[in-house]
């Protein structure tokens, strides 16, 4: 054990005997798959659990980082790292749904979601994509931090990558807690953790009794506001009940206890370093092993925490950017603390992903960066790159993206665009003229406003407009390419050609349905499918078939007299 | 979105096929096979019987045997070219039960009358649409259709009418004073709704460039507001037609020389249009002769209608001269508008800039439209008679042709710029069928319908399409220069 800096005496512990935990989710990289699915499908939410429909969240949960979540959605319906995901994609404002419901009958008992869809709110996340960062962990930080109620804190409620169990939210709309402001007292957490060394274990235990020392009302004041006046007599612990594992009876804990503080603030310190902190790889957490049974809701098991490398340039506000290498084997490595999404968004158009990590590697792609550089606007690849990794690219890959540059000039389609054709064409032409072709023909704008001016200059132009599925030829005596180009039909001697198929088709009349039904029995036993009209008692088929049947004929006159009657022609 | 799920409508050949294999009992295959003379065993298949039902076998006498509210009725199924429910032929039995409350009551004694009247004489088809979620009884979804095999055996609807020739008295002033208005517009009614104009030399009536069917829209939508016979009248039985549809109908059955009198129409207007306020035929039919619609003979007290010929058209007019002669100048053609045909009208106003000037409508060559019509007048009667008469017109002519054809515009058409040379070759053999045609300097060109599949082309070949797009703009030009 040793001393810490002076601001927090912290003792440092040995983890080797304990259980370790780190956040095994990427919630920033799911944040973004999910919202790239939602973008792309429309998905409406169930009508009564307002949940994501099995079939999307099957879709959506195969891309997640959670490796348990498909099979959570198979066994459950529901997988609890999807709806973090999904909630947290709500609250940042990246989606939009209804919440609230409405409640649609008078013996309704819940509300309905009808037509609940999923919306896209692609201006909010651009504006995300479009910060630093330090910016974007400040962002998602924020917005966890200052998202609370009286029930969903970490008193009352389980963290999702946690063990730790709650206390019972029974009551807690009174008392202290609904004048405790949680968001106040996570950011103080938080600079707390900041005066730790990285990479170092410190007992939590030593986090607490620091606390009770130098902050004894860092979570609840001296003196607290109660929301009710009844519930002054309860004390500052009124709230927080324990109970005996294998008992129903509660007991209130008592300001007078000695360790009243490590019973509630304690037990708060630990449950905060498993929601937000681990949940967002803050930190990493040292359980105590094995479990120990007792009171509920545990308390001590959380015996150590560690601070991660994201963490401190995080809380000092020097989170670096992406740092983008391009290498000769058109690898290109994006190196981030965290997963660069709006990096990742501004390179994929022109590269595939390959893994995605603390380095993120993606390859350069022919196809894609040929369309990339032939969309509309594109600028110039290289420099782009160039302005990226923030020094010359490898040799062989600025020469590539030279090449691939031609090759995406290489079928240049002009949209409303027409030709006109004709010598010593007036003057005003050019006005409309995009391309010459040739010195009689010309690729023009808005060709039918340039007739009605060559109209009006009486030139007498033809105004030829072409089929959508097949190019019209000009009429005789127009001076034209098409009229060369384009052959006119040859006239067949022929007669016009009438196509027909000839088929026989047998038809069977049974004297009732009882002999059709037998007959249709001993159809389907022998995998004979024909045409059974039973309104009619018909059987019809063709005479291909005729073998078949014949068959089942013979079959059927082992056991029954048949009178076949056959009609003459 | 939860649908309100109906009964499915079913078309009239869907009617007979059904009709045949479901809605008919074997006293009813009986029966019509007696009307209609089929032998019973032709009868054993649905779709064997079908054909017969639809073949003219046996029509004759079944159609001459029918009572003359019958054929009516079924006339107005032909005019109707829908099929029908059963409520339509409450105005052929005349059995319908007011004074009971469901459909079926009121409706049951109708649909046996027609069953014994139509059906079973194999001259009507009739089927059950599937029920929907309105819950509607058998009998109401049953429909009627009178199949169009029988409609050319089907017996005249005017068995009266009168066999007359001779083009009979045509109100020629009525149309002759509407041209007149051209040069006194003061002497046109205000209540007009296609008055004269010209705007920029072009003759128009109304919104629309003149010509004669606007014209006889013109004259038929005076004799609607003089008669009243225009609108179909809310709260009658749906089967039903307006008294001008109903009038149209009735004229287009007859024969070149055939005429009728009014009181035939008085039996067709009221299966036709059975609205409480009668169409009074007698009136209907003078307002259609003074607006030129009809024409009419008269031997003493009664008088015959038919429709009015169509305006003749200028191809069937060779005296000009009698309405078209040189002006001073000798540049332009001055008009009679008190012998012109409007046919005649419509020909020289294609082709010219009219103007009026001291009470006289000129017309002057108009090289523009003489371009676009140059291929269909030139070797026409009236254009041989325009260019050996006047000078003006001649020129015009002779300048046209010489300039027509050499300036040709291309629209709806794709062109694109492909620098390589392999996917040029490429996308040519792929598109055989001069589908694609090359151009010059690296220029193809295509129809629109084709580009999702030369995009898939160049895709598959390892290239993309750099699409260049002149559209929008232009059309953001254009809406500023309109503001």
Redesign the interface.
């Known amino acids: 054990m040793s001393k810490n800096n002076p601001a927090m005496e912290l003792k440092t512990v040995d983890v080797s005997t304990m259980d370790i935990c780190s956040c095994e989710f990427d919630p920033r990289k799911d944040l973004h798959v999910y919202v790239n699915y939602v973008r792309e499908r429309e998905v409406k939410r169930s009508v009564r659990e307002n949940a994501i429909p099995k079939v999307d969240a099957r879709r959506i949960v195969k891309q997640l980082s959670d490796p348990e979540a498909l099979a959570d959605i198979e066994e459950n319906n529901r997988s609890p790292w999807l709806d973090f995901i999904d909630r947290l994609a709500l609250d940042l404002g990246f989606v939009g749904y209804d919440t609230e419901g409405e409640y649609l009958g008078y013996t309704s008992s819940a509300p309905s979601f009808v037509d609940n869809y999923i919306d896209y709110n692609e201006q909010a996340y651009q504006r995300f994509l479009a910060l630093s960062m330090q910016q974007q962990e400040q962002f998602l930080f924020d917005r966890q931090v200052d998202g609370y109620s009286e029930g969903d804190n970490e008193f009352f409620s389980r963290s999702i990558c946690g063990r730790l169990d709650a206390f019972d939210s029974w009551g807690c709309a009174t008392g202290v807690v609904p004048g405790i402001e949680f968001d106040k007292v996570r950011n103080f957490l938080f600079q707390c953790l900041a005066d730790c060394r990285p990479g170092v274990w410190y007992e939590t235990a030593s986090l607490v009794a620091h606390l009770k020392r130098r902050h004894p009302y860092f979570l609840i004041p001296r003196s607290p506001s109660f929301k009710y006046r009844g519930d002054r007599a309860a004390g500052r612990y009124g709230n927080f009940y324990e109970k005996e594992k294998e008992s129903y009876k509660r007991n209130i804990v008592s300001e007078k206890d000695r360790d009243a503080f490590e019973r509630v603030e304690g037990r708060f310190v630990e449950r905060f370093l498993e929601n937000i902190p681990l949940t967002m790889g803050y930190v990493d957490l040292a359980y105590a092993n094995p479990d120990n049974p007792g009171i509920r809701p545990s308390l001590g098991k959380i015996q150590a925490f560690k601070i991660n490398d994201g963490f401190l340039p995080f809380m000092r506000g020097t989170l670096r950017e992406p740092a983008v290498t391009v290498l000769p084997n058109h690898e290109i490595h994006v190196e981030s603390q965290w997963y660069p999404a709006a990096m990742l968004t501004r390179i994929e158009p022109f590269a595939d992903l390959v893994s995605t990590d603390r380095i993120s590697i993606l390859k350069l792609s022919?196809?894609k960066a040929?369309?990339y550089?032939?969309?509309?606007g594109a600028a110039d690849l290289a420099k782009d790159l160039e302005a990226l990794t923030g020094g010359p690219l490898p040799v062989n890959i600025a020469a590539e993206l030279a090449e691939w540059a031609g090759?995406?000039?290489?079928?240049?389609?002009?949209?409303?665009?027409?030709?006109?054709?004709?010598?010593n064409?007036p003057a005003f032409i050019k006005s409309y003229e995009?391309?010459r072709?040739?010195a009689d023909?010309r690729?023009?704008?808005?060709?039918?406003?340039?007739?009605s001016e060559?109209?009006?200059a009486?030139?007498?132009?033809?105004?030829?407009?072409?089929?959508?599925?097949?190019?019209r030829r000009?009429?005789d005596?127009?001076?034209?390419?098409?009229n060369r180009?384009?052959?006119q039909k040859k006239k067949t001697g022929q007669k016009e050609l009438i196509a027909i198929r000839q088929q026989t088709i047998v038809?069977l009349?049974f004297q009732d349905a009882g002999s059709l039904a037998v007959f249709t029995q001993a159809l389907t036993e022998n995998q004979c499918f024909v045409e059974i009209d039973k309104?009619?008692r018909t059987v019809a088929y063709a005479a291909d078939q005729k073998p078949h049947i014949d068959a089942v004929i013979r079959q059927l006159k082992k056991k029954y007299r048949i009178n076949l009657m056959k009609e003459k022609a | 979105m939860r649908g309100t799920r109906k009964g499915k409508i079913l078309k009239e050949t869907e009617i007979a096929e059904k009709m045949c294999k479901e809605e008919l009992a074997a006293a009813d295959v009986k029966a019509i096979c007696k009307a209609r003379g089929f032998s019973i065993p032709d009868t054993r298949s649905p779709a064997l019987f079908e054909s017969l039902l639809l073949s003219d076998l046996g029509l004759q006498s079944v159609f001459g045997a029918l009572e003359r509210v019958e054929i009516i009725m079924l006339h107005l199924l032909k005019g109707l070219k829908k099929p029908v429910n059963i409520a339509a032929f409450e105005r052929m039995t005349e059995k319908r039960n007011n004074w009971r409350r469901t459909f079926n009551q009121q409706y049951g004694e109708v649909f046996k009358q027609v069953k014994k009247r139509l059906i079973r004489k194999g001259i009507l088809v009739f089927a059950t649409a599937p029920a929907g979620f309105d819950k509607k009884s058998q009998l109401e979804r049953q429909l009627f259709a009178f199949p169009d095999q029988f409609h050319g055996h089907l017996p005249p609807l005017f068995p009266s009418a009168k066999v007359l020739h001779g083009p009979g008295e045509y109100n020629d002033a009525f149309i002759r004073n509407k041209l007149r208005q051209l040069v006194h517009p003061q002497s046109a009614d205000t209540t007009d709704p296609s008055p004269w104009r010209i705007e920029e030399g072009e003759l128009r009536m109304g919104d629309a460039s003149f010509d004669v069917a606007a014209l006889h829209r013109w004259r038929r939508q005076r004799w609607v507001a003089s008669a009243k016979i225009s609108s179909v009248r809310e709260g009658v039985p749906e089967a039903r037609m307006s008294p001008l549809n109903a009038l149209d109908y009735a004229f287009a059955t007859l024969a070149p020389d055939e005429w009728i009198e009014p009181e035939a129409l008085r039996p067709v207007l009221k299966m036709f249009c059975p609205e409480k306020d009668k169409t009074n035929p007698e009136q209907a039919l003078r307002r259609g002769w003074e607006t030129a619609c009809l024409v009419r003979r008269r031997q003493g007290e009664k008088t015959w209608y038919r429709p009015a010929p169509l305006f003749r058209d200028v191809s069937k007019i060779s005296t000009f001269h009698e309405f078209l002669s040189e002006d001073k100048s000798g540049e332009g053609l001055r008009v009679n508008l008190d012998g012109i045909p409007p046919g005649g009208l419509e020909a020289i106003a294609r082709i010219s800039k009219l103007r009026i000037g001291g009470g006289v409508l000129t017309a002057s060559p108009d090289r523009v439209r003489i371009g676009r019509a140059i291929h269909t007048i030139r070797d026409t009667g009236f254009g041989r008679w325009l260019t050996e008469t006047s000078r003006g017109f001649s020129r015009a002519f002779a300048d046209v042709l010489q300039r027509w054809g050499r300036h040709v515009v291309h629209e709806n058409i794709l062109i694109a710029k492909v620098r390589d040379i392999g996917l040029k070759i490429g996308l040519e053999k792929a598109f055989k069928d001069s589908r694609i045609i090359s151009l010059p300097g690296d220029f193809i060109a295509f129809p629109e319908g084709l580009l999702s599949r030369v995009e898939a082309h160049v895709a598959g070949n390892g290239f993309a399409v750099k699409t260049i797009d002149r559209t929008a703009g232009e059309i953001g030009k254009r809406m500023a220069r309109n503001e």
């Open positions: 022919r196809a040929v369309a550089l032939a969309g509309e090759q995406s000039e290489s079928f240049v389609l002009y949209r409303g665009c027409g030709l006109v054709e004709g010598k064409l995009v391309e072709l040739a023909l690729l023009v704008r808005t060709p039918d406003i340039l007739f060559l109209e009006q009486e030139q007498i132009p033809v105004l030829v407009t072409h089929r959508a599925n097949s190019l000009p009429q005596g127009v001076k034209s390419i098409f180009k384009l052959k038809t009349f309104k009619r």
